[in-house]
């Protein structure tokens, strides 16, 4: 009779899991919930309820699939880049970066120029420029790590320090 509990428990977990995995490129922070049936039907679209709509479709509609045969704005020839895991840095740690910028530097600043790929040498120049910066990545309690980090690419390109680190 415990065998049976144990893995009953095991199987719901287990079909939890499975459940929720279309839901966890939305949940992580990314903008991006990849390619798929879900994201051309959300193309254009912001907010949590698009994004897991958008997450989950392409998981039920078997996004491995579009990828393989190309469609639904899915190739297999793209680049795979960094910049997921410099948004769920930026995300998780949001709160900390806009201190650490506000002030200049620290830790969460130091881990972003390092995700930026921001070399020592140009790391006190890039700490001055988004400390200077402050207000224009930030510019109310609402913004966004996505609207931050298209500011932050803005103020890089017009510094010729720091252009050759934008993102894209």
Same mark, same amino acid.
């Given at each position: ?11 719901? *977990?287990? !079909?939890?899991? $499975? ?5 966890? @490129? /939305?949940? +992580?922070? &990314? &903008? #991006? %919930?990849?390619?798929? $049936? ?6 254009? =679209? ?13 998981? %039920? ?8 045969? *190309? %469609?639904? *704005?899915? &190739? /297999? ?5 960094? #910049? @997921? ?16 910028? @506000? ?6 600043? #130091?881990? !972003? ?11 006190? /120049? !890039? @700490?001055?420029?988004?400390? /200077?910066? !402050? ?6 309690? =609402?913004?966004?790590?996505? =609207? ?8 890089? +390109?017009? &510094? =010729?320090?720091?252009?050759?680190? %934008?993102?894209?």
């Amino acid at each position: 009779m415990k065998r049976t509990g144990i893995r009953g428990l095991m199987a719901v *977990g287990a !079909f939890a899991f $499975v459940l929720g995995a279309p839901f966890q @490129a /939305a949940l +992580a922070g &990314d &903008d #991006d %919930v990849g390619c798929g $049936v879900g994201t051309t039907i959300m193309e254009g =679209e912001s907010g949590l309820v698009p994004h897991l709509l958008a997450s989950f479709t392409n998981g %039920v509609t078997f996004q491995s699939i579009s990828l393989t045969l *190309g %469609v639904m *704005g899915c &190739d /297999a020839n793209d680049t795979i880049t960094a #910049d @997921a895991g410099l948004r769920k840095f930026a995300s998780g740690n949001i709160d900390r970066l806009s201190r650490d910028i @506000a002030v200049g530097g620290g830790e969460s600043l #130091d881990v !972003f120029a390092n995700l930026l790929g921001v070399t020592a040498q140009d790391r006190p /120049a !890039f @700490a001055q420029t988004v400390q /200077a910066n !402050f207000g224009v990545l930030f510019p109310s309690g =609402e913004t966004t790590v996505g =609207e931050m980090l298209n500011s932050l690419d803005s103020v890089m +390109a017009s &510094d =010729e320090r720091l252009a050759r680190y %934008v993102r894209g």
